[in-house]
């Protein structure tokens, strides 16, 4: 028989309630584990037979018990940010990296999964024939790689988190410059199939020399040297009144910064409204 003893005994009565559904559900005998009276404290696991759903269930609950709090902690006290709220932007972004939520960041592809970290430290002391132990001390002693992978994805998440100031702070530039300057141009028609295409108003394709003394202009203008000169540097410099954007992609990352810097400037359609549009303005000079 193993003894897995717990400092709360409430948590020790869910950990024993979670096993006993999981045995419902498999049609299981829940009888290979119990809850002495003498002692509401430790969990008595009497059979190896269903060790799986033990493992399971227990790491699930180690998981729930100590990953945000151990986030939160490295966050304030090993990279010493105080502010609860960014300590919050900061956690959410970390979960975000953990759940695979954002992509391209080198190094998470060959991340394990923290459950399945905890797994394995388990299935080790089970093995080991432990046949008495706390969750404090497992926590403590046996989670060391768990713990650095947890410290990585802070370091990740802290990087993004200044990424995106930085881009918050560059997009609130950008758009005050554009909202003080005074332009005489009424719309503009940009297109993104892959490449990107400006046109006037009346859909005259601009030339590679106006589009870049547009970009320079935006140089002055904005004093960012950061601008990109195909879209970002001659729409700023050019700076309509409307901004008539044709993707199929809306959630594009060119949509966003666009629609940051310009906001209610920038009216997005699909590809085929420019087709028609094209349409029209064409049969009209015949």
Not at 176 to 201: L, M, P, W
Not at 217 to 227: F, Q, R, S, Y
Not at 266 to 283: D, E, G, T, V, Y
Request: proline share 3%; aromatic share 10%; with cysteine.
């Amino acid at each position: 028989m193993i003894e897995l003893i717990f400092t709360d005994q409430e948590e020790c009565y869910q950990v024993r309630k979670k096993i006993c559904n999981q045995a419902s559900l498999k049609q299981m005998n829940p009888s290979f584990v119990e809850v002495l009276h003498t002692d509401p404290h430790i969990l008595h696991i009497k059979s190896f037979e269903h060790m799986n759903v033990i493992i399971d269930i227990v790491a699930g609950y180690i998981q729930d018990k100590v990953e945000e709090d151990h986030l939160l902690y490295l966050i304030e006290n090993v990279f010493f940010f105080k502010d609860k709220e960014e300590q919050q932007e900061i956690l959410v972004i970390a979960k975000s990296i953990m759940n695979g939520e954002i992509e391209d960041i080198p190094g998470t592809s060959s991340m394990v999964p923290g459950e399945q970290l905890i797994k394995k430290e388990l299935s080790k002391l089970f093995l080991e024939n432990r046949r008495k132990f706390t969750i404090d001390s497992f926590i403590q002693f046996r989670l060391k790689d768990y713990f650095q992978q947890l410290l990585m994805y802070v370091e990740w998440a802290i990087d993004e988190y200044k990424m995106e100031l930085e881009y918050q702070s560059f997009i609130d530039h950008l758009r005050t410059c554009v909202s003080t300057y005074q332009t005489k141009v009424n719309a503009i028609h940009v297109t993104f199939d892959g490449e990107i295409r400006i046109y006037d108003e009346v859909l005259n394709p601009f030339s590679s020399e106006k589009l870049e003394k547009m970009y320079e202009k935006a140089l002055v203008m904005t004093e960012e040297l950061d601008l990109d000169r195909i879209l970002l540097g001659p729409l700023l410099g050019i700076s309509p009144k409307m901004i008539y954007f044709y993707s199929n992609e809306a959630d594009h990352a060119i949509v966003h910064t666009i629609q940051n810097i310009f906001e209610e400037r920038l009216i997005h359609q699909p590809l085929s409204s420019f087709a028609a549009l094209k349409q029209r303005i064409n049969s009209s000079k015949t």
